[in-house]
């Protein structure tokens, strides 16, 4: 064998080392902090809402003949002040809305803490830009009261009408107050009283469960936390709340490997989007796809009698009917074990996202597409 020989084995040997470590070289694990991928159970935040009237409207607000619960609440609202409307009064108001206003308390509020709050339109109204929430209380799901809300309304919006003819951009029957609301009354928390707290990560995994234990006991000592399973783990917590505190702050910046996650591609039907993680592979296969589309055309057709035969005109339909296939082409696509392996084998198929649906489905039925397809 000459040198030349031993040189080409050689490179076709290291081609195909090259080649084929694709086909078994791990996917590169993540390093995620702790905060990012896991929460303490209990401390969360908590939905409010309200019912309310928001009033200054420049005649763009619900017409109460169409929505009587406005004027009852306006009726009700003014004789809390100690005015009394005649019964039978029909009132017209033009420039009150009524509304319904939500808000996220958040963990560990205090009262006197101001939280924005949403304002969105219950009835009719055309726009709520340039009005005021008055006074609304701001009740959880026990039905006690945790937060006031009032002040002036944002609408990210604007629109002009007249003569039938009407201009609107964005919406402009919800809105937003920044520090609208006014904590009155926090959530107690039991971590205080607690020995130890539990971490729930946000995805169940084993690995990533066993990944937080390790790291927490690495950097607090070891028997600090404990993988109860695929998504909890259990952690001891110090005596005096400043220590906890302390505690809590260092293992929220833990580094933790998340190791590989499980293949998966994502489908939104409604919308045809397709997402696919770093984990999907593809086996090798062949995919043939067209596209089949039915043409129906109408088309009057007048049947007129002869003169003085006391006939009928009838009028009756003509349709053409096409069927056009295009064929699809066989194409052959090769292994890939990587994310860029993937999206060019399927970018070959010149396939739109909607014909890729039905395409990841055949080959996930076929064994090919090694993911779980999840369908949203």
């Known amino acids: 064998m000459t040198p030349s020989d031993r040189l080409l084995k050689l490179l076709i040997g290291l081609a195909f080392l090259a080649a084929s470590a694709a086909l078994w070289w ?46 009852q609440s306006v009726s009700a609202m003014l004789q809390q002040m100690g005015i009394t409307v005649p019964p039978g009064t029909a009132m017209q108001l033009k420039n009150v809305a009524a509304v319904l206003v939500t808000a996220n308390l958040p963990p560990f509020a205090q009262p006197g803490q101001a939280i924005d709050v949403s304002v969105s339109s219950l009835g009719n109204a055309k726009s709520l830009r340039g009005g005021t929430l008055i006074a609304t209380p701001l009740k959880g799901a026990d039905g006690q009261i945790y937060a006031m809300a009032q002040g002036n309304l944002l609408v990210g919006g604007a629109g002009a009408s007249a003569g039938g003819s009407k201009v609107q951009i964005n919406h402009l029957s919800a809105g937003r107050i920044p520090s609208g609301a006014t904590v009155e009354r926090g959530v107690p928390t039991p971590w205080l009283q607690l020995p130890n707290i539990q971490y729930d990560l946000q995805a169940d995994d084993f690995n990533t469960a066993r990944q937080v234990a390790n790291a927490i006991n690495q950097a607090k000592g070891a028997g600090t936390a404990e993988a109860l399973n695929g998504r909890s783990v259990l952690v001891r917590l110090p005596a005096t709340p400043g220590e906890r505190v302390a505690f809590m702050a260092d293992l929220e910046n833990l580094s933790i490997d998340r190791g590989t996650p499980a293949a998966k ?19 090798p296969c062949a995919v043939a796809h067209g596209s089949l589309s039915v043409t129906i055309n109408s088309t009057p057709v007048i049947s007129q009698p002869a003169p003085l035969s006391q006939g009928q005109t009838v ?23 990587k994310l860029t392996d993937v999206v060019k084998a399927l970018n070959a198929l010149g396939a739109t996202p909607q014909d890729l649906l039905a395409i990841l489905q055949a080959m996930k039925a076929a064994g090919a597409l090694q993911a779980e397809l999840e369908v949203i």
């Open 26 to 71: 791990p996917i590169e694990a993540q390093a995620v902090r702790l905060k990012e991928i896991a929460s303490v159970q209990g401390v969360r935040s908590n939905q409010l809402m309200g019912y309310g009237l928001v009033v200054g409207l420049d005649g763009t607000g619900d017409q109460t003949t169409q929505t009587p619960f406005t004027a």
């Open 265 to 283: 591609v994502i489908i939104n039907a409604r919308t045809g989007s397709i997402v696919l993680n770093q984990a999907v592979t593809l086996g």
């Open 315 to 337: 009028v009756t339909e003509k349709a053409d009917i096409q069927i056009n296939q295009q064929p699809g082409s066989l194409i052959q696509m090769p292994a890939g074990s």
